[in-house]
Nanobody, 126 residues
Framework: QVQLVESGGGLVQAGGSLRLSCTAS????????MGWFRQAPGKEREFVTT????????DYADSVKGRFTISRDNAKNTVYLQMNSLKPEDTAVYYC???????????????????WGQGTQVTVSS
């Protein structure tokens, strides 16, 4: 079992930055692919970014490329999402997700991930 806890959300003005953290319990974090997703009110959950177990591979949604960066620290069982140049359309609940995958394979579909955090709210004001 893996439990995920997100933190770092909040209210920020457009153009500002936030760093989200997701800390995992369980022994499989270091061999798990990790992803960040977001869900705005009335919309489906959408892919933001993902990273392989050893940070060797990453993928980003087009809407966040060049602004967001995913990273991980396996010694701390934590994955990060650095969000810069935030826009009002980035407002959503952000979720981290995990799936045991000791390969470079990445997947942007929510259904591929086995474990989810409870989410953290990010609000960007204009």
């Amino acid at each position: 079992q893996v439990q995920l806890v997100e933190s770092g959300g909040g209210l920020v003005q457009a153009g500002g930055s936030l760093r989200l953290s997701c800390t995992a319990s369980g022994r499989t974090f270091s061999t798990s692919a990790m992803g960040w997703f977001r869900q705005a009110p009335g919309k489906e959950r959408e892919f933001v970014t993902t990273i392989s177990w050893n940070s060797g591979s990453t993928d980003y949604a087009d809407s966040v490329k060049g602004r967001f960066t995913i990273s991980r620290d396996n010694a701390k069982n934590t994955v990060y999402l650095q969000m810069n140049s935030l826009k009002p359309e980035d407002t959503a609940v952000y979720y981290c997700a995990a799936r045991y995958s000791p390969t470079s394979y990445l997947n942007s579909r929510p259904s591929w991930y086995n474990y989810w955090g409870q989410g953290t709210q990010v609000t960007v004001s204009s």
